[in-house]
């Protein structure tokens, strides 16, 4: 028999991993000036800081990603016996610097080096390498690492300042915007919400207290756009993640007669933005499916509502995007078959609309 090798009409595409991760890695960019901005020159300009202490955003977030450079170069030198003359270019292809150099932007400014570098050892040791490597991981290593930190360090880091950068702990009093939630009497207004921190507007820009990177939802919603247009990210899991917090919350905040404020009070605080856009799309621990993308980003939705406002942790993303990264292998399962039978699918979108419902009024009514 004799075989013909021919150019078929395939279809080829341009974006390979290299490319996406370098396109992340430009929509991190800005992220990181702000941070720089917001934590190092803005109080360095108003006489809080020293030369030194100005660029710390940037020591910080330089050392997370090098932390697990690092230690993925040791482990593949020690562990998995790579040659020298490979060592680099295996350790570039498995794009290294990422568990590391996120989980420094999900973090309070003021955790210890010390800590942080602990933090991108267990986020790329744990949360990466044990799994397989780069492609294998079952959870993003990153939160696996602010996991860890979260729950050994939280009261080490709330001590040495929390949230707050040298100028906001001067000017701020008490902790972040969703930290003080729990500290009002009942639902609270904008004066007590919104009003300690400016307006909606530095919400939107990001002039509030958070995590290094977390605070800017406009600098999100760019990344957002250019990662959607270079085809790095899949557009409806933080679309439908963030329409769906706002959706629960709009009902929440209705039915106790507030105003149009209050969802975007709940979407601009914290890190749903930042986890919508970088976390919950990672392309490992998230769902394939256009289907499972669409229920994925509801039930993430539904999970932070519920561990915003029904347990202690008053921010939510990080877990709930753990907790989902359980499920993502049935999701894909289900939807897999939904794709060309929508029905397969329908008992999902039930128990997403239903959760929505009862839980908001639940929520509401409390």
């Not at 919400?193 to 507007?201: Q, R």
Request: aromatic letters at 16%.
């Amino acid at each position: 028999m004799e075989i013909i090798r021919k150019t078929g009409p395939y279809i080829k595409d341009d974006n390979n991993t290299t490319k996406i991760m370098f396109n992340l890695l430009i929509s991190l960019f800005p992220i990181i000036l702000f941070t720089f901005y917001k934590n190092g020159i803005i109080p360095f300009y108003e006489g809080k800081t020293n030369v030194i202490e100005m660029f710390y955003p940037l020591i910080f977030i330089i050392t997370g990603a090098l932390t697990s450079f690092v230690t993925e170069t040791i482990y593949f030198k020690l562990f998995l016996k790579i040659d020298n003359n490979q060592l680099l270019s295996t350790v570039k292809r498995s794009y290294a610097i990422f568990p590391g150099l996120f989980l420094s932007l999900v973090l309070p400014i003021n955790t210890p080096i010390t800590i942080l570098i602990l933090g991108s050892f267990i986020a790329t040791l744990v949360g990466k390498l044990l799994f397989g490597g780069f492609g294998n991981n079952i959870f993003n290593p990153a939160l696996i690492g602010a996991l860890f930190i979260t729950s050994a360090y939280s009261i080490i880091i709330a001590n040495n300042g929390g949230y707050l950068n040298k100028l906001e702990l001067d000017t701020i009093s008490g902790a972040t915007p969703l930290a003080n939630t729990s500290l009002v009497e009942g639902i609270g207004t904008y004066q007590e919400l919104v009003s300690p921190y400016g307006t909606l507007k530095d919400f939107f820009i990001g002039f509030i207290p958070g995590s290094v990177g977390e605070t800017s939802a406009f600098l999100c919603l760019v990344a957002f756009i250019y990662l959607t247009y270079t085809k790095v990210i899949k557009w409806r899991i933080p679309t439908v993640y963030i329409s769906t917090v706002f959706l629960m919350t709009y009902i929440i905040g209705a039915y106790n007669d507030l105003g149009i404020w209050y969802p975007l009070f709940q979407i601009l605080s914290g890190g749903l933005f930042f986890g919508a856009v970088f976390m919950a799309t990672d392309p490992v621990t998230s769902p394939t499916t256009p289907i499972g993308q669409v229920i994925y980003g509801m039930f993430l939705g539904i999970l932070t509502v519920i561990f915003r406002y029904m347990t202690s942790y008053p921010e939510g993303v990080l877990t709930s995007i753990l907790t989902m990264n359980m499920f993502v292998f049935i999701i894909d399962r289900i939807c897999s078959k939904a794709r060309f039978n929508f029905s397969k699918s329908k008992y999902l979108f039930i128990a997403c609309w239903s959760l929505i419902i009862i839980v908001s009024m639940f929520i509401a009514t409390s």
